[in-house]
């Protein structure tokens, strides 16, 4: 019954902004961390944002100052604002959530969405 679903990607301009969202399921989502983690074509997996049950944010460093992870506990939804985007940022992006209330770790992702950078 655990699903994830992301949305929200596409190609866009460096310089541009985009505003990805995950659709989760569960009626726990407001005791979740949740996060956001890419993969660039050809390469592994990184993190790249979290957010916390309190709404705690933290962000990788090649982010920070461009990216905004906010949740909507009424709708079950996270969300990754991103500006001032760069070719770099190209990957496929992934929500990921915790096992439970008592466990952060990620346990659960979804199946992506692709975010293309390129003039």
């Known amino acids: 019954q655990v699903q994830l679903v992301e949305s929200g990607g596409g190609l866009v301009q460096p310089g541009g902004s985009l505003r990805l969202s995950c659709a989760a399921s569960?009626?726990?989502?407001?005791?979740?961390?949740m996060y956001w983690v890419r993969q660039a074509p050809g390469k592994g997996l990184e993190w790249v944002s979290t957010?916390?049950?309190?709404?705690?944010?933290y962000y990788t460093d090649s982010v920070k100052g461009r990216f905004t992870i906010s949740r909507d506990n009424a709708k079950n939804t996270l969300y990754l604002q991103m500006n001032s985007l760069k070719s770099e940022d190209t990957a496929v992006y992934y929500c990921?959530?915790?096992?439970?209330?008592?466990?952060?770790?990620?346990?659960?992702w979804g199946k992506g969405t692709l975010v293309t950078v390129s003039s």
């Open positions: 569960g009626s726990t989502f407001s005791s979740l961390w």
């Open positions: 957010i916390s049950t309190s709404s705690g944010t």
């Open positions: 990921a959530r915790g096992l439970d209330p008592t466990d952060s770790a990620m346990a659960y």
